[in-house]
Structure formats: C-alpha cells, structure tokens
Nanobody
C-alpha cells in the first residue's frame, strides 16, 4: 500500500524550530517530487515548499523564505522540512504530497497536481 507518513509536528513557542519528516511507505520516495502544504482553520490549503526528485529544484512560498528549508535523503526515502523562527501564523496542519512528474521539477501550485498525500501533522505555535 502506497502512503506517505508525516511526523515531527508539535507545540512550540514563537521563535522556536521544528523539523517535519515525510517518509514513503510502500514505494520509493526518491522517484517523486515532494511538496509541503499547510492548512489553517478556515483557510485554504497552501503550498509552502517543494523539492524535485533529484534535489535540483527547491521552491518556497514567500511566507517560508529565509525561515524554512526543504531537503531530502533519498537513501532513507524521506523528505524533511526544517522550520526555524516559527510564528503564530505558522499554526496549521502540515501535509506532504508526492507526484512522479512535476512541471519545472516541483510546483507550489494547486494541490491537485499531487497524487499521494500524507495524513498531516499538527504544528501549533503558542506562547
């Protein structure tokens, strides 16, 4: 069974960091571009970052630039999202998603461009 499994979410204070992980189960994630999305209550799901299959392309939403870093360990079939300087507005459920072929290496466009999705991990930033 093909599935993605996210982990690493939690409750942190403003300014702290978290590292999210996205692991492929039942397939090799290194053949897929991976995107990170988040959805806050009452808001649409938005693309935060993505990484191409061979790590030649990395993209970030403006809200993530300078604070978040996406990287992958293909040997471990895992993609990571390092989030530093977390802020209240980063509170959301974070999802990873995968697609075998993505225009331009990876895309932060419509979530419908991705085929496989994880169950999500909650990130809460609160003082």
């Amino acid at each position: 069974q093909v599935q993605l499994v996210e982990s690493g979410g939690g409750l942190v204070q403003p300014g702290e960091s978290l590292r999210l992980s996205c692991a492929g189960s039942g397939f090799s994630l290194d053949n897929y571009a991976v995107g990170w999305f988040r959805q806050a209550p009452g808001k649409e799901r938005e693309g935060i970052s993505c990484i191409s299959r061979r790590d030649r392309v990395r993209r970030y939403a403006d809200s993530a630039k300078g604070r978040f870093t996406v990287f992958r360990d293909n040997a471990a079939s895992t993609v990571f999202l390092q989030m530093n300087g977390l802020q209240f507005e980063d509170t959301a459920i974070y999802y990873c998603a995968a697609v075998s072929n993505a225009p331009g290496g990876c895309t932060l466009g419509s979530p419908t461009e991705y085929i496989y999705w994880g169950q999500g991990t909650q990130v809460t930033v609160s003082s």
